[in-house]
């Protein structure tokens, strides 16, 4: 077994108290699947989480880590994205560090954003009132292929001299 990150022991450790506060059970399971969060970057799915638990020979059913991540999402340690029409995408929360996405509309492809200009933007907003647990921005538009394909596609379509 791999050394845990100072992130790993304190993800445990919140996730620990939140357990404790809900008076939920603490099992060896939802703190496997916690590890396997923690070894995760970026964003994946139920089925990326369950090939990364069966490469560590941890057998979970699908159905039990539908019901942890939700956990997790309560707990503040995951968040579920809500841009994807197919499977659920998840993502380990970092600290306070903000993540941005933009969103093709017409393929779906998501990409970070790494701008450090809109990152430190979102990182200082501090809302009224309000206790923020983690900042996350959505962009949708076209990216530049898709939009390439609809030039390309509305030039095809244009009617000619002769035509008119």
């Keep these: ?3 845990k990150t100072a992130p790993q022991v304190n993800a445990e450790e919140k996730l620990r108290r939140f357990l404790l506060a809900n008076e939920l059970r603490q099992t060896r399971e939802r703190f496997a699947i916690l590890r396997a969060v923690c070894q995760t970057d970026g964003l994946f799915t139920i089925e990326d989480l369950q090939k990364k638990m069966q490469e560590a ?3 979970v059913s699908t159905s039990a880590l539908y019901a942890n991540t939700q ?6 340690l995951l968040v579920r994205h809500p841009f994807s029409s197919s499977s659920a995408l998840f993502e380990r929360i970092y600290d306070d560090r903000p993540r941005s996405y933009q969103i093709c509309n017409n393929c ?3 990409t970070l954003i790494k701008s450090r200009d809109f990152s430190a933007a979102l990182q200082t907003y501090h809302p009224r009132r309000f206790a923020t647990t983690h900042r996350i921005a959505y962009i949708y538009g076209v990216c530049p292929k898709c939009e390439a394909a609809m030039r390309k596609k509305l030039k095809n379509h244009e009617p000619t001299q002769e035509t008119r």
């Design 1 to 3: 077994m791999s050394e």
């Design 57 to 59: 020979h941890f057998r």
């Design 71 to 76: 956990l997790l999402v309560q707990a503040n």
């Design 108 to 110: 779906h492809r998501i």
